[in-house]
């Protein structure tokens, strides 16, 4: 009990836990678990504020080249009807998604190079100067040119996790992928000025404490300004179905630990964490997060981007989820952030002022 106080404290302090430590965090149980989720609670509210972040996210290709084990999207699953959202649907959509109070839109899809990077660098050249959004893009591993055109057409962040710190665990889970290229695509997006996300999986097959241990270390060595992390969800139409999936418990106490590690990080309440756990978006608030991610996806999609199965909110319209989400914050006595929410860490906060004070 006083060894995890210790590390809560010396976390919470801004010291360095190393593996061993972070290790033993995350196997903590009972009241020792409650005090580091209370502790990250506090730590969030110091640094970054009773305001909720809303990011909508707009999933605009189901189509993926790759073949990652665990996902839905995986090019071998042919059980999948397949989509693809043109220019002016993405468009529309985030027009629908601004006048529904949104600041900011994820444009997230499985690899999909049919979207050449021309193509999407306009669809946010247009985001911007129609719709003055803040825009993030999930869609993968790409080229430093490629990377480099969207963030002159101005995207402000991306999103690609690393997924596991393990690189054997990463060898065997993607099969046509390497852990080495998945880092430099993320140090290249560092050196581009990008607000950088990275992240990972809880309940990997294989994965233990330490290895989760690496991610936390990994997310502060790389020093994100958003850390995505929810639940490994066993898909029955992938080649990891019969696998067990991961708990709320554990991903939540990540999630603590996220937070003590990286204070002014953004850490998103994820829908995965609401899938296993119908409350578990709610305890993710509670315990460091601090941005939820709806979906402004059309319903006629919805169904199509099946990641994993049972995902929250595949029958309701974007209005419906941002009027559940927004009486979520409300009932925990938060408010809902009106400004972007870019990174609150020193340049990015800068130009956050700038285009905030450009719209009025
Ligand atoms: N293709 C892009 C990529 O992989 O970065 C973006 C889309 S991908 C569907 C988004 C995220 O879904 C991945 O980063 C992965 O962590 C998550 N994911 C995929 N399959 C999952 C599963 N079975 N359970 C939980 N999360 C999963
Ligand atoms: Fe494709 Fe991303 Fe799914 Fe991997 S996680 S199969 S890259 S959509
Ligand atoms: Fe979609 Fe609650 S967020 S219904």
Request: include cysteine; hydrophobic fraction near 40%; charged fraction near 20%.
């Amino acid at each position: 009990m006083e060894q995890i106080q210790a590390i809560i404290n010396l976390a919470a302090g801004g010291g360095k836990p190393d593996q061993a430590a972070l290790a033993a965090l995350l196997g903590c149980e009972g009241e020792d678990e409650a005090r580091l989720l209370a502790a990250a609670d506090r730590v969030r509210k110091q640094s970054m504020g009773e305001r909720v972040h809303l990011r909508g996210l707009i999933e605009f290709s189901n189509y993926c080249e790759r073949n990652c084990l665990y996902c839905g999207l995986r090019r071998a699953n042919g059980s999948l009807v397949r989509y693809r959202m043109e220019g002016e649907e993405i468009l529309a959509v985030a027009r629908a998604g601004a006048a529904l109070g949104y600041r900011t839109v994820v444009l997230q899809s499985g690899e999909d190079s049919c979207y050449t990077a021309k193509m999407l660098a306009e669809v946010v050249c247009r985001l911007k100067s129609e719709l003055d959004l803040a825009v993030t893009l999930s869609v993968g591993e790409r080229s430093r040119e490629e990377y480099k055109l969207w963030r002159e057409a101005g995207a402000d962040r991306y999103l690609l996790k690393h997924e596991t710190a393990d690189r054997e665990l990463y060898q065997a889970l993607h099969p046509d992928m390497t852990f080495d290229n998945r880092r430099r695509c993320l140090y290249w997006l560092r050196e581009l000025g990008y607000q950088v996300g990275s992240g990972c999986m809880v309940g990997l097959p294989g994965q233990t404490l330490e290895s989760l241990a690496d991610d936390l270390l990994f997310m502060q060595e790389l020093d994100v300004e958003m850390a995505g992390i929810g639940p490994f969800i066993p898909n029955p139409s992938t080649p990891l179905g019969h696998c067990q999936g991961g708990t709320a418990g554990l991903t939540l106490k990540m999630i603590a630990a996220a937070r003590l590690l990286l204070p002014q990080a953004h850490l998103p309440a994820t829908t995965a964490l609401g899938t296993v756990d119908s409350q578990g978006r709610q305890k993710a608030l509670q315990a460091g997060a601090n941005v939820v991610m709806p979906n402004i996806t059309p319903n006629r999609y919805r169904r199509m981007y099946e990641i994993y199965p049972n995902k929250i909110c595949l029958d309701d319209n974007p209005a419906h989820c941002r009027n559940c989400i927004g009486g979520i914050i409300a009932g925990l006595g938060r408010t809902v952030a009106t400004d972007c929410g870019h990174s609150p860490k020193g340049d990015f906060a800068a130009a956050g002022t700038l285009s905030e004070a450009g719209t009025q």
